[in-house]
């Protein structure tokens, strides 16, 4: 056990599924070894009180050594091989100290009180993990693979980017892909929080863990069965052990230096009591029972039980917080700097018109455009691929986040991007236009001359409206944030209902801005691309929309949302601050209980027995209020 600091949270091996808290607690030793010191406990009760003591006392002793054993070499360990002085090394010295004093029946009793907590608390701690661990499940152990005219089964850790899967109804995917032929609807409620089935066909983007629910589709694989955005999202779990909040710390700071203050505070009653009244065996007693009284058992797990509750719920709709640290920030977020493409939008941006100057034709400066896009991963660039097919292949090909990307192609110098980064010419004023309707406007140069300008326009998502305003509801800022021209983001800002908006900025101008909001109140980042990282890093919280997005804004975000229904973010507030008020219960329940107790167990007003049944129900009344994180809340 490691109560004290509370690192059985720390990891956890989500692989190992041979692990005893996979079996049913009537098989499992952790709760079978308490549940039989608790019976030999009971059986000497009713031996004592029926006049049959030899046996009530063996039966206690029996009760000792079986609650005992799931402590004590722990404790020991602790000391000999880190020299920690640990809540379980409190226990030992008091059981030992009664038995030494002659209280066996207390001591069976301390012993097992604590380690029924103890198992409860493991065993809490287990389903608290068990949404998390239930991740791996959701990749098939083996897939069916495509081997020229036949098909041939193989271990999902096997598959090869470029493998064509084949996947019939009622299978799940077993690694991210691109449906290459069939048309089926996906079930994507597991991985993204998302009820409604995704329609799919040739071209489509699909996602690990995924179940097909109709028609057959063929797959070909665009990452490896071992690498792909599924295990993505287990390693952000098992992250989320690495990491304790704030509010964790503050327990190890208060229990790390209260056990040793706790042994040196009933030296010194026992000692001081002694001499001072002559009744040593009184002062010792009360400076067991002391020891006890003050063990900061019930504060050392007040936080983790309740992070891992809330984390697993969290990853159950679809939200993945990668630390404690995070989530207890999460619950006092008060402002939200939001990107706009990918984001606010719906991510499928389209080509709607093509100005070109004299003598170039549209299909010429998307042909160009096109050549240098297939290398870029911006939505604007999807777009732009879609609207040409068989695109060209330039070379030499460099992008600079939040500018553009240049090339070259038939010995000419090509560039794609931003008005702000590249020259309209005679093209500027349509350029105004289209950016007045909404369009997001890119320049195409060929030998550093303007030849034409693409209008894009990205639809906001139906969802962001009711969002925000819900948002708005509940006292929460929201700003947005984008490297468009002022005019499309109003236009599409006032369509959402945010009146903050921040146009044409660089990705360091959002870290910039998303800094100072920090400065005044909680600020979280919410972005999915390359250009946001910056801003995701810079932000009191950073918060990666899809867990396929890019990987750069992934690894800078302390949340990762795995679906893009911008409607999860309410929900993840609220959740995150019913755990931080649950958390703040448990933190002032722990303390507590020790301030109470330590005055009574000083004055002698409550012995052993009492101060030792107090204690844990104390411990077992906040493991059952932690776990109350674990329950899904409404937005």
């Known amino acids: 056990m490691s109560t004290v600091t509370g690192s059985q949270v720390e990891h956890v091996d989500l692989d190992d599924d041979d692990d005893d808290d996979d079996r049913p607690w009537y098989r499992s030793p952790i709760v079978l070894i308490p ?185 070909e694989a665009t990452a490896a069965g071992t690498d792909n955005s599924l295990t993505t999202i287990v390693e952000l779990v098992e992250q989320a052990q690495a990491q304790k909040g704030e509010r964790a710390r503050l327990a190890e700071r208060i229990a790390r230096p209260l056990v040793p203050g706790v042994m040196i505070l009933a030296v010194l009653v026992g000692v001081l009591g002694s001499l001072l009244t002559g009744d040593a065996e009184l002062w010792i007693t009360r400076a ?152 997001t406007v890119v320049i195409v140069h060929r030998n550093d001359e303007p030849v034409g300008a693409i209008g894009v326009r990205d639809e906001l998502r139906p969802e962001v409206p009711e969002v925000i305003a819900t948002l708005d509801r509940r006292g929460i800022g929201v700003t947005m944030l984008t490297g468009d021209n002022a005019r499309t983001a109003a236009a599409l800002a006032g369509q959402a209902g945010i009146t903050d908006v921040r146009a044409e900025l660089r990705p360091e101008d959002k870290a910039t801005a998303v800094a100072d909001f920090s400065k005044s109140r909680p600020t979280a980042m919410i972005g999915d691309g390359i250009n946001d990282a910056p801003a995701l890093a810079a932000a009191d919280l950073g918060i990666a929309m899809g867990a396929k997005g890019a990987d750069a804004a992934i690894e800078s975000a302390d949340i990762a949302f795995t679906g893009h229904d911008l409607r999860l973010i309410p929900q993840a507030l609220t959740h995150a601050r019913r755990g931080r008020n649950i958390i703040n219960q448990n933190v002032v329940l722990s303390i507590a209980i020790i301030v109470v107790l330590l005055p009574l167990a000083i004055t002698g007003v409550l012995g052993l027995a009492a101060v030792v049944l107090v204690h844990e129900v104390a411990e077992v009344v906040v493991i059952l209020n932690g776990l109350r994180a674990a329950r899904r809340t409404k937005a």
């Open 35 to 219: 549940i039989a010191s608790g019976v030999a406990f009971a059986a000497g009760l009713v031996c004592e009180w029926t006049g049959v003591e030899t046996a009530g006392l063996v039966l206690f002793w029996i009760g000792l050594l079986l609650g005992a054993y799931t402590f004590v070499p722990g404790a020991l360990r602790e000391l000999f091989t880190k020299g920690k002085l640990g809540i379980g090394l409190l226990m030992t010295i008091s059981a030992t100290g009664a038995v030494i004093l002659g209280y066996v029946e207390e001591a069976a009793a301390l012993a097992f009180l604590y380690s029924i907590a103890e198992a409860l608390e493991d065993k809490a701690m287990d389903r608290a993990r068990a949404g998390l661990r239930a991740l791996l499940k959701l990749v098939p152990d083996t897939a069916l693979v495509k081997r020229g005219d036949a098909t041939a089964e193989v271990e999902a850790k096997e598959l090869r980017v470029g493998d064509v899967l084949v996947v019939r109804p009622g299978e799940r995917i077993a690694t991210d892909g691109i449906v290459c032929a069939g048309r089926s609807s996906l079930d994507t409620s597991a991985i993204t929080g998302e009820s409604i089935p995704v329609d799919v066909d040739p071209g489509t983007e699909v996602s690990a863990g995924s179940i097909n629910t109709t028609g057959v589709l063929e797959v």
């Open 288 to 439: 067991l029972v002391v020891l006890v009284a003050a063990s900061p058992c019930a504060l050392a797990i007040a936080v983790p039980v309740t992070v891992v509750s809330a984390i697993g719920a969290a990853s159950k709709f679809g939200v993945v917080v990668k630390s404690g640290a995070a989530f207890e920030r999460f619950g006092g977020i008060r402002h939200l700097a939001v990107d706009k493409t990918g984001t606010l939008t719906r991510n499928e941006p389209t080509v709607t018109r093509v100005v070109t100057a004299a003598d170039v034709t549209e299909d010429k400066v998307l042909a160009w455009a096109a050549s240098l896009e297939g290398h870029s991963t911006h939505p604007l660039a999807a777009a732009i691929r879609e609207a040409v097919r068989n695109a060209p292949i330039a070379a030499d090909v460099s992008e600079t986040a939040g500018h553009g990307i240049v090339g070259t192609y038939a010995g000419a110098r090509l560039a794609v991007g931003s008005p702000r980064w590249l020259d309209a010419g005679t093209l500027a004023d349509e350029v105004r236009a289209m950016e007045s309707e909404g369009m």
